[in-house]
């Protein structure tokens, strides 16, 4: 059983809140907020019910040493416009500047304290270092779901030395909406899948070709099946190690009858910029020569969006192209504006997907956008997320 934030009796405690503020910035700027934004209603539910929040999250890949680029100081500036409250920074997560900060952030006050990683500990999930972080507080909330596939000591150490340990409101909705999903879909259920490589993608096809009534592919990774079946690809990107796998995928997708769509049409240049020439040709059209396939084509967005349209429930994982560039981004736009249609739930995980829809311009009419890219992936492939399942055994 996940007990949440609401479990908890929050008054005069001090709450650690492992957040996810792994945010751009660029000349110490924040590009993107999202994020933040997204935790906020974690952190207002907390302030509201009495407690002190003092919050942890990493940013980048240090590597387990102090490096100003990667400090969380400017997001703390940030968070304080978004609270409109002051947000005392810590100089360390752990330590003298820890206890300092929270003792001047005062009773009900908010603390952010500095990149977990710049410990080497918090990766390898040193007990001694989750212990330290547990001791700074009264309660564990883990929010951050984007950094729950990590057995960290800020995600799954800690639970173990908190008094007390639930799931955030952003955490609990990720786990509602994607488990909603896995186990108990409104059918048709559609998943829609894209990117770069089918081997980042493997596990997640095998544990939804048993789930869902059709599954189309696009992006890059459709090119290891396009040649798996004998088709010229160019040189368009391939795993050449993984052809038989992607038969034997095809091959389970059929014995089950289901519905395995890969692209009919492309969009094809020699290079992948903006400027490039380009030709749209069917998939079996030997023309590609030694160019490269870098969106799906028209008639195979319009195949997307007739089966889309029939479903009542949609995940949607990955581009269709190269969608960053505009003569590549037409099949992606018009999966996006297909699956915002759509009659049900919606639901989108890994960052080019969420642009994706940003870029479309309907985010708002989708049912739930994942903040956790490689976490969401990972629950999709029916795998044990080690930040949600130490807050289960706790119960």
């Known amino acids: 059983m996940l007990r949440t934030i609401d479990d908890l009796a929050l008054g005069g405690k001090k709450a650690f809140i492992r957040v996810d503020f792994n945010v751009p910035i660029e000349n110490g700027a924040i590009t993107d907020d999202t994020r933040i934004r997204a935790s906020l209603p974690t952190i207002e539910h907390a302030l509201a019910r009495g407690a002190t929040v003092i919050l942890a999250s990493h940013l980048g890949r240090p590597k387990g040493k102090p490096k100003p680029e990667f400090s969380l100081r400017p997001v703390a500036g940030r968070l304080a416009e978004l609270l409109g409250r002051p947000v005392e920074f810590a100089g360390d997560c752990v330590g003298a500047p820890a206890q300092q900060a929270i003792e001047r952030a005062g009773r009900g006050g908010v603390v952010l304290l500095e990149n977990l990683r710049f410990h ?10 989750a212990h330290d972080l547990a001791g700074l507080a009264d309660v564990y909330v883990n929010d951050a779901f984007g950094a729950a596939h ?8 800690i639970v173990h030395h908190a008094r007390e340990a639930a799931a955030g409101l952003l955490m609990a909705r990720e786990l509602e909406y994607l ?37 189309l592919i696009g992006g890059a990774m459709a090119y290891t099946f396009l040649k798996a079946r004998g088709l010229p690809v160019g ?20 014995e089950r009858g289901l519905r395995f769509e890969l692209p009919a049409d492309h969009v094809v240049a020699a290079k992948m910029e903006a400027g490039a020439p380009v030709d749209t040709l069917a ?60 009659n049900g739930t919606t639901v989108i995980g890994g960052g080019d997907s969420v ?5 479309a311009g309907v985010s708002d009419r989708i049912t739930h956008i994942s903040t956790g890219g490689g976490a969401s992936l990972e629950f999709l492939a029916g795998q044990e997320l080690p930040g949600v399942k130490a807050l289960e055994q706790r119960g």
């Open 120 to 129: 080497p500990e918090e990766e390898k999930n040193d007990s001694g270092f």
């Open 235 to 254: 040189r368009s990107l391939v795993e050449e190690d993984l052809l038989d796998e992607a038969q034997r995928i095809e091959r389970k997708a059929g």
């Open 283 to 342: 998939v079996d059209d030997p023309a590609i020569g030694d160019r490269m396939g870098l969106d799906i084509g028209p008639r195979t967005a319009q195949i997307y969006r007739d089966a889309i349209a029939g479903a009542r429930t949609v995940v949607w994982n990955g581009p269709m192209g190269v969608f960053e560039i505009a003569a590549f981004a037409r099949g992606t736009m018009e999966v996006a504006k297909a699956v915002a249609s759509v």
């Open 179 to 215: 488990g909603r999903v896995l186990h108990e879909p409104e059918r048709p259920f559609i998943a829609i899948l894209g990117g770069a490589k089918v081997s980042d993608k493997l596990e997640v096809i095998e544990n939804l070709i048993p789930r869902v009534d059709a599954l």
């Open 355 to 359: 642009a994706a829809v940003a870029k």
């Open 150 to 157: 990590r057995a960290h000591a800020s995600t799954e150490g």
